[in-house]
């Protein structure tokens, strides 16, 4: 698949480089299950996110694997990512953020945070919070989220001083807490309707799937 440009890079100019970090090494404790290769619409749940990814046209795509890692790399087209394993994903998704981070291009920018498990965010939210973290008159933000009608949720962007903040997170919710920790670098960027829905459960599942047929 060819490549596009990078959506920080204005054409000639070097610019930021951006990476998207998909994070789906979790190991389906609640589900029972492996939950990246649950069937979803022409695929398995982790193929949607990989391909809001591959629009983002990110500069780099880093894939978190760990729990039924064999699994996903037999079922999941994962042409075009980086896929790195992390044999600690039982310690929270925090690990698997450090395992990413840790093979970022040097001239990495920004960073955006996508959840394996979440097939309902777009492209254009990635590119919303990514826009802005670019620098205004007024302030330059460090982090920036979606605000959802219900609520903030993922995409979230990180500018690259940001990064060494992420890589020395610990445990499972451990971003909610550097937002909290940094409010004054947070920007929220409006995004219309619900959070979307990530999986859990097998409760949680059936939603996503009756969402996915109210959509047609």
Same mark, same amino acid.
């Given at each position: 698949m060819p490549l596009r440009p990078d959506p920080l890079r204005a054409e000639?100019?070097?610019?930021?480089r951006t990476a998207g970090i998909i994070l789906a090494a979790g190991g389906s404790r609640r589900l029972g299950r492996p939950k990246q290769v649950l069937p979803y619409g022409g695929g398995v749940l982790l193929d949607?996110?990989?391909?809001t990814a591959r629009d983002c046209a990110f500069g780099q795509t880093v894939l978190a694997l760990g729990g039924a890692a064999a699994e996903? &790399?037999?079922t999941v087209d994962t042409s075009g990512c980086d896929v790195v394993l992390n044999p600690d994903f039982g310690e929270g998704c925090a690990s698997s953020i450090a395992?990413?981070?840790?093979?970022l291009h040097p001239d990495t920018g920004a960073?955006?945070?996508?959840?394996g498990d979440q097939p309902g965010v777009r492209a254009a939210s990635v590119r919303a919070v990514l826009g802005a973290l670019q620098p205004t008159p007024v302030r330059a933000a460090g982090i920036a989220v979606c605000r959802y009608d219900g609520g903030v949720g993922h995409p979230m962007a990180f500018a690259r001083r940001l990064l060494p903040d992420l890589a020395a997170l610990h445990g499972d919710k451990a971003v909610w807490k550097l937002l909290a920790q940094r &409010? !004054? !670098?947070v920007v929220e960027v409006r995004t219309p309707g619900p959070v979307p829905p990530d999986v859990d459960t097998e409760d949680d599942y059936r939603r996503l799937l009756?969402?996915?047929l109210?959509?047609?």
């Open positions: 000639g100019s070097p610019g930021p949607a996110v990989l391909a996903v &790399e037999r395992t990413a981070l840790a093979v960073v955006v945070l996508l959840l &409010e !004054d !670098d009756a969402g996915l109210g959509a047609l």
